[in-house]
T-cell receptor
């Protein structure tokens, strides 16, 4: 069982570069979301999706874009990377409604220099 | 805004001792609460999910309780082992979003 798969695992970007973090799940889950984890601040919600074609902003959406064209994939795009976006990024998915267990990917460690 | 607090931030115990980890939240209108384990440099592994209608959930040596009215959950780990050393996170779910505490880092000494 693959579960939630994130790529890449590590990435170094220069300030101003753009990139896409990939997230895919094979559990046919409707709900997917992106979080960032920073020391001393816990995990904070960036964007989330309740189904294909539907996305919404979370707590810290600035500088990030998402789209959900399929049930399986939920990519996160950094438009113009900034050092403040250095963080560990996690993708999560959950089944019918958030009343079911959430599963997380292994994370992408991003450094912006 | 939902605020989730975990106390203590760190805990060190000798092997065999029972662990008690606390989680409190400010908005009791939650769908459910989930406990996770995170090893250094790794992702989050789900331990237990307690739905809002439940008061507790058990899995092996783990037992989690939920008191929605007081905004509290407690994770008990019986007979701790060095392999239990990790950071434990609780997350409450409402309005389709998970709100996390900062975690409790547990060290079990052999």
């Amino acid at each position: 069982n693959a579960g939630v798969t994130q790529t890449p695992k590590f990435q170094v970007l220069k300030t101003g570069q753009s990139m896409t973090l990939q997230c895919a799940q094979d559990m046919n889950h409707e709900y997917m979301s992106w979080y960032r984890q920073d020391p001393g601040m816990g995990l904070r919600l960036i964007h989330y999706s309740v189904g294909a074609g539907i996305t919404d902003q979370g707590e810290v959406p600035n500088g990030y874009n998402v789209s959900r064209s399929t049930t399986e994939d939920f990519p996160l795009r950094l438009l113009s990377a900034a050092p403040s976006q250095t963080s560990v990024y996690f993708c999560a998915s959950s089944g019918q409604g958030w009343n079911t267990e959430a599963f997380f990917g292994q994370g992408t460690r991003l450094t912006v220099v | 805004k939902q605020e989730v607090t975990q106390i203590p931030a760190a805990l060190s115990v000798p092997e065999g001792e029972n662990l008690v980890l606390n989680c409190s939240f400010t908005d009791s209108a939650i769908y459910n609460l989930q406990w996770f384990r995170q090893d250094p440099g790794k992702g989050l592994t789900s331990l237990l999910l307690i739905q809002s209608s439940q008061r507790e959930q058990t899995s092996g040596r783990l037992n989690a309780s939920l008191d929605k009215s007081s905004g509290r959950s407690t994770l008990y780990i019986a007979a701790s082992q060095p392999g239990d050393s990790a950071t434990y996170l609780c997350a409450v779910i409402n309005d389709y979003k998970l709100s996390f505490g900062a975690g409790t880092t547990v060290t079990v000494r052999a």
